[in-house]
């Protein structure tokens, strides 16, 4: 795979700082039963890296200790961790806010089919990959099959509640472009998917568009057709700077698989450690630390997170 992490290294990105840490972004391992175009992370079904049930239980003291509000669990598919259900039983006594990262498809495979039911029990909000309305546009990002699997989930999910009004069950799906484009208007984009997914009887509370980042496999893709610096370009051109007082690594800071820390998921797959420190810094070293002031480290793939609207794991910025 070619390597687009020197390319990214030097940068002219503005100088941002931490605010008072709210969520924590919990990467439970790169095994994925999907292997995407777009994804950032290079996960997949040949991945074997897992968080264990012991860097669990620390992410966990300290979540109760520093009163975080959300635990955003990812990957990879976050629920191939054999801990998963582990996370969301304790978050859940915390009283912690849950989001799952879920791609769609693994509700539907072989072994999973009660996942739905565990997610709406503990009231786990789902976010939930489906980065087009058409078939054929989902098939060519994720792999055939993909897309008719996703929308099984998604009815399974409706039927539990999720979507649905009154019900807190929240169920958000995630807009990914094609090839080197940036997302459109998201509020428009939102209703074009829920007129095109009624004709499947598929209901769901909101669209976020993210911009795809020119690492891992993306990068790699760019580079081998010869777009990256021209998707750079689109990216560094299209700066938003309304949009920097948004970006998602004021109040977050994302934990790798082993448990160490990272202003965001992005930066953890370019192995940059925190705050820019030489020395990488783990969940356990964090009990008297306050994050606030902290300098974020930034390269040139910050410049996906203000092109345009802006892009963020919540969506638009602005």
């Known amino acids: 795979m070619l390597d687009s992490k020197p390319l990214l290294d030097k940068t002219d990105f503005p100088t941002i700082k931490r605010r008072k840490l709210a969520i924590l972004q919990v990467n439970l391992g790169y095994l994925c039963n999907l292997s995407c175009v777009h994804c950032h992370v290079n996960a997949g079904p040949k991945r074997t890296e897992l968080m264990s049930k012991t860097v669990i239980d620390q992410v966990l003291d300290f979540a109760a200790k520093a009163d975080v509000k959300t635990i955003d669990l990812t990957g990879g598919a976050p629920e191939m961790n054999p801990h998963f259900h582990y996370m969301v039983e304790q978050t859940s006594k915390l009283?912690?806010?849950?989001?799952?990262?879920?791609n769609l498809t693994i509700l539907e495979e072989a072994g999973y089919e009660d996942l739905a039911a565990f997610l709406a029990h503990h009231n786990v909000n789902?976010?939930?990959?489906?980065?087009?309305?058409q078939e054929d546009n989902v098939d060519k990002q994720r792999g055939n099959g993909v897309f008719q699997s996703s929308i099984k989930a998604l009815k399974r999910l409706n039927t539990l509640g999720y979507g649905q009004p009154k019900t807190g069950l929240n169920l958000d799906l995630v807009f990914n472009p094609q090839g080197i484009n940036l997302p459109p208007a998201q509020e428009s984009l939102e209703n074009s998917y829920k007129v095109h997914l009624k004709q499947y009887d598929v209901v769901f509370d909101r669209l976020y568009t993210i911009a795809?980042?020119?690492?891992?496999?993306?990068?790699?893709?760019?580079?081998?057709?010869?777009?990256?610096?021209?998707?750079?370009?689109?990216?560094?051109?299209?700066?938003?700077?309304?949009?920097?007082?948004?970006?998602?690594?004021?109040?977050?800071?994302?934990?790798?698989?082993?448990?160490?820390?990272?202003?965001?998921?992005?930066?953890?797959?370019?192995?940059?450690?925190?705050a820019d420190k030489t020395e990488k810094l783990h969940i356990s070293d964090l009990a008297d630390m306050d994050l606030a002031g902290l300098p974020i480290a930034t390269r040139q793939h910050c410049y996906g997170c203000t092109a345009g609207q802006g892009s963020s794991c919540g969506g638009a910025l602005s």
Do not use: H
């Open 95 to 102: 009283g912690i806010e849950i989001i799952d990262r879920c």
């Open 126 to 133: 789902i976010v939930a990959s489906l980065p087009c309305y």
């Open 212 to 274: 795809n980042m020119p690492i891992q496999r993306f990068g790699s893709t760019l580079m081998s057709k010869g777009l990256f610096e021209q998707y750079m370009a689109l990216l560094v051109n299209s700066y938003n700077p309304d949009t920097l007082d948004n970006v998602m690594c004021r109040d977050t800071i994302s934990i790798d698989w082993q448990g160490y820390l990272y202003d965001c998921d992005f930066n953890q797959m370019l192995d940059l450690p925190i």
